[in-house]
């Protein structure tokens, strides 16, 4: 089966950088993605890694390793409002063509002033 | 705005009774749709895969005759909890797939038995 696990809560103050890891195990591979989950609110998407590297979008980047089966998010600049659930996700690769996300534990981040 | 919809965003039903979720793509159609489920302060659990015009797919433990699918149109799918019990309190939420395979997300529902 597949499985991404996450640290269960990070802590950071206002202004700082942040770094959400998340390790995989997946019997196929199609690439991490990051979703940000503020409490009772749907997914939002943040940043895609298809292949080994950094991607950078803005105040969020993302790391992928995939001989590690690794990646990282991470936000710098904190703000009070980044406080929410971040996830990793992978897609089932038993899914076909269709976009099955197989998400990982998740981190809570909470921001303090 | 919001390109699935999904309604009701909260529903409160007593135990035993069952209800509709529904979850609709706005601005494309959408020939497979996925539901999951979330309990609180855990990880979002996919449930099935909302095939139109044909069976959904149910991932390993989901009981298919207490959760019933329906994707009769390329805009629209359906859950319906039936003989919902407290346990099956959760918070739902729908996703579509776009032509551009951008994967779009429902605002949820929050399911609370009684």
């Known amino acids: 089966g597949q499985s991404l696990e996450q640290p269960s809560e990070v802590t950071a103050v206002e202004g700082a950088i942040v770094q959400i890891n998340c390790t995989y195990q997946t019997s196929g591979f199609y690439g991490l993605s990051w979703y940000q989950q503020h409490d009772g609110g749907a997914p939002t998407f943040l940043s895609y890694n298809a292949l080994d590297g950094l991607e950078e979008t803005g105040r969020f980047s993302s790391f992928l390793s995939r001989s590690d089966s690794y990646g990282y998010l991470l936000l710098q600049e904190l703000q009070m409002k980044d406080s929410a659930s971040y996830f990793c996700a992978v897609r089932d690769p038993y899914g076909g063509a269709t976009n099955k996300l197989i998400f990982g534990t998740g981190t809570l981040l909470a921001v303090q002033p | 705005g919001a390109v699935v919809s999904q309604h009701p965003s909260r529903v409160i039903c007593k135990s035993g009774t069952s209800v509709k979720i529904e979850c609709r793509s706005l601005?494309?159609?959408?020939?497979?749709m996925f539901w999951y489920r979330q309990f609180p302060k855990q990880s979002l659990m996919l449930m099935a895969t909302?095939?139109?015009?044909?069976?959904?797919?149910?991932e390993q433990g989901v009981e298919k005759d207490k959760f019933l699918i329906n994707h009769a149109s390329l805009t629209l799918s359906t859950l319906t909890v039936t003989s919902a019990h407290p346990e099956d309190s959760s918070f739902y939420i729908c996703?579509?797939?776009?032509?551009?395979?951008?994967?779009?997300f429902g605002e949820g529902s929050w399911l609370t038995v009684v």
């Open positions: 601005d494309f159609q959408a020939t497979t």
């Open positions: 909302s095939n139109e015009g044909s069976k959904a797919t149910y």
């Open positions: 996703s579509a797939d776009s032509s551009g395979n951008t994967i779009y």
